[in-house]
């Protein structure tokens, strides 16, 4: 079956413009998941998504940032106005908590902000 | 902040040997999971063990935890060149309702054919 898949696997943009990126989670799988990755880093927290629940955005490091879920389905990761530091790849994970704990990762969208 | 540790932070070996990789961390967690990272991209899941479990199998891993040190180290044994990848433990925390995982900064291997 199709795994989380994530696009663009690459966008360049400049300080200032806006960016959107698109996660496919697994389908059935009622949790989704963001997270950063700064160059030689471990993964940051952004926020998560469970079924119709208010989302967890205790993660997101500024007003600049926001994300979307429509239901069990796509969601859409913002970023406003973007700065140099929010360069980095930027993970989505889905995971059926029902069943396993165990999060299934997409293959990260790398930004690079000019 | 990051509350997993690893240790080392790379680690090179020639392949056959064994690879140690520990993991310290802060808060008592629920269940601890290994992930392997090739290429800075998608993480991939190798193996949970659960804060009432000590040791834990899957092929040539072995899982260890020991929740008095907060501790849990990795081994691979027979490492292969296909081994070579960043390796990060992430704990899913007591209080953490979302299930978020808190990662490390993680150990690169690197496995010498």
């Known amino acids: 079956g199709a795994g989380v898949s994530q696009s663009p696997s690459n966008k360049v943009t400049e300080k200032g413009k806006d960016v959107e990126l698109r996660c496919d989670p697994i389908?059935?799988?009622?949790?989704l998941y963001w997270y950063r990755q700064r160059l030689g880093q471990g993964l940051e927290f952004l926020i998560y998504?469970?079924?119709?629940?208010?989302?967890?955005k205790s993660g997101l490091p500024s007003d600049r940032f926001s994300a979307e879920r429509t239901g069990e389905s796509v969601s859409t990761l913002t970023i406003q106005r973007t700065q140099q530091e929010d360069s980095a790849v930027y993970l989505c994970?889905?995971?059926?908590?029902?069943?396993?704990?165990?999060?299934?990762f997409g293959p990260g969208t790398r930004l690079t902000v000019t | 902040s990051q509350q997993g540790e690893e240790d080392p932070q790379a680690l090179s070996i020639q392949e056959g040997e064994n690879a140690t990789m520990n993991c310290s961390y802060k808060?008592?967690?629920?269940?601890l999971q290994w992930y392997r990272q090739n290429s800075g991209r998608g993480l991939v899941h190798l193996i949970l063990?659960?804060?009432?479990?000590r040791e834990k199998h899957s092929g040539r891993l072995r899982v260890t935890l020991d929740t008095s040190k907060k501790s849990s180290s990795l081994l691979i044994t027979a490492s292969r060149a296909a081994d070579t990848a960043s390796y990060f433990c992430?704990?899913?925390?007591?209080?953490?309702?979302?299930?978020?995982?808190?990662f490390g900064k993680g150990t690169k291997l690197s496995v010498i054919p």
């Open positions: 994970a889905s995971t059926n908590n029902r069943v396993s704990y165990e999060q299934y």
């Open positions: 389908s059935g799988h009622t949790a």
């Open positions: 998504f469970q079924g119709n629940s208010a989302p967890d």
């Open positions: 808060t008592s967690i629920n269940n």
């Open positions: 063990i659960r804060s009432n479990e």
């Open positions: 992430a704990g899913t925390y007591s209080g953490a309702g979302s299930y978020q995982l808190t």
